[in-house]
């Protein structure tokens, strides 16, 4: 048996914000189920960023975002570490 963990992360801070589980199968309801379980105890924050993984590209995701009025910045494929340059 396994289960999806989502976890929302301060990249700033290095601070952990929240994490929302399910152990069923994952679609767009559920990635956002668990955001919102992430975020419920913060502030809204104003954008996240999300890989290219096709659970971000939900209809019901992008929805919710707009509903929130949080803007979503894709990482840089194949790119771990993405928000740092190649002179850190």
């Known amino acids: 048996r396994s289960h ?3 976890l929302v992360m301060n990249v700033f801070t ?3 914000v929240g994490f929302g589980v399910e152990n ?3 679609d767009g309801v559920a990635v956002c189920r668990m955001f919102n379980d992430a975020i419920c105890r913060e502030p809204l924050p104003k954008c996240i960023s999300t890989d290219h993984d096709p659970l971000f590209h ?3 995701w992008l929805a919710n975002l707009r509903v929130l009025e949080i803007e979503e910045l894709k990482s840089v494929p194949y790119a771990p570490i993405s928000t740092r340059s190649s002179s850190d």
């Open 14 to 16: 290095r601070r952990i």
């Open 24 to 26: 069923a199968d994952v």
């Open 4 to 6: 999806w963990v989502l």
């Open 58 to 60: 939900f209809h019901r």
